[in-house]
C-alpha cells in the first residue's frame, strides 16, 4: 500500500499503555485515531447482544461485515461507543469485553471483515493506530511503528488498580491469569498474531511512568519529521 498520509502504529499486549500513548500522540499530532481493540471489542458485544457465540466463526464474520458501531466523544470527555445506537462503552472495557475481543479476533474471517475498515482510516492530516497488527499487516509501510509492552504483573496491577479505582471487586490473581491467557491467545493465534513488526521499536513501560514513555515516543516522532 502506498500513501501520501502519514501512519505511527502503536502495538502492544492489553495494559501496556498504548491507548494511553497513541490518544496522546493523536492530540499533539492533531490527528485521527484509531482504537482497532474497540472494534473487536464491539463485535464481540454485539454477538452477546445478538445472541452468537463467540466461537462461531460464519455468525460472527457477519455481524463483523456490517458491524454497525459509532464512536463519539461523550459529555464527559470519553470515549463513546455505539452498536446500532445502543450505548456499550461500558459494556466493551469489561474484562469479559477484553475475553471476547481476544477471542473474536483470532477469528480468520472476523479480521478479514474489519481489515479493510481500519484500512480506511488512513485520512490526512495523518492517522496514529492503536492494535496489536497495525503495523505487522494493517498499515505495514507506516513512518513510525512503536511496540510498547509490560511484564504480565504489572499489566495485572494496572488494571487491578484501574477496576478498584471505579469501585468494582476484583481477584488480582484471576486478573493476571486472564492477562496471561489473553497474551497466550494473542501471540498463538494462525492470523496476524502479537509480536513486533522487524522494524519497529519496543519500549519496555514495566517500570517506566508513561511520561516518559510519551516523551520516548515523541522524541521519535520529531526524529522522524512527522510534526
Not at 481493540?37 to 457465540?53: D, F, H, K, N, S
Not at 452498536?83 to 472476523?110: C, D, H
Not at 476484583?170 to 513488526?197: K, M, Y
Amino acid at each position: 500500500m502506498s500513501s501520501t498520509v502519514p501512519v505511527i502504529t502503536v502495538d502492544g499486549p492489553s495494559g501496556a499503555g498504548k491507548g494511553t500513548i497513541a490518544h496522546r500522540l493523536a492530540d499533539h499530532l492533531g490527528w485521527h485515531l484509531l482504537d482497532s481493540g474497540a472494534l473487536y471489542r464491539v463485535t464481540a458485544q454485539a454477538c452477546l447482544i445478538e445472541g452468537v457465540a463467540w466461537d462461531d466463526e460464519p455468525a460472527v464474520a457477519a455481524i463483523a461485515r456490517v458491524l454497525d458501531v459509532t464512536f463519539a466523544s461523550g459529555a464527559n470527555g470519553e470515549e463513546s461507543v455505539k452498536y446500532k445506537g445502543q450505548e456499550v462503552s461500558a459494556a466493551i472495557r469489561t474484562e469479559e469485553g477484553g475475553r471476547g475481543a481476544s477471542t473474536v479476533a483470532a477469528l480468520p474471517s472476523v479480521r478479514t471483515a474489519l481489515f479493510e475498515r481500519q484500512r480506511a482510516m488512513r485520512k490526512a492530516p495523518g492517522l496514529v493506530a492503536d492494535g496489536r497488527d497495525m503495523g505487522t499487516v494493517v498499515f505495514a509501510d507506516a513512518e513510525l511503528k512503536i511496540f510498547l509492552t509490560a511484564s504480565a504483573q504489572e499489566r495485572a496491577q494496572r488494571r487491578h488498580k484501574q477496576l478498584i479505582a471505579k469501585g468494582e471487586s476484583v481477584s488480582l490473581a484471576r486478573l493476571l491469569q486472564d492477562i496471561q491467557e489473553r497474551d497466550e491467545r494473542d501471540a498463538n493465534r494462525d492470523v496476524s498474531p502479537l509480536l513486533p513488526a522487524e522494524d519497529a521499536i519496543v519500549i519496555d513501560s514495566t517500570a517506566t511512568p508513561i511520561e516518559e514513555v510519551f516523551n520516548r515516543v515523541w522524541e521519535l516522532v520529531q526524529e522522524r519529521n512527522l510534526i
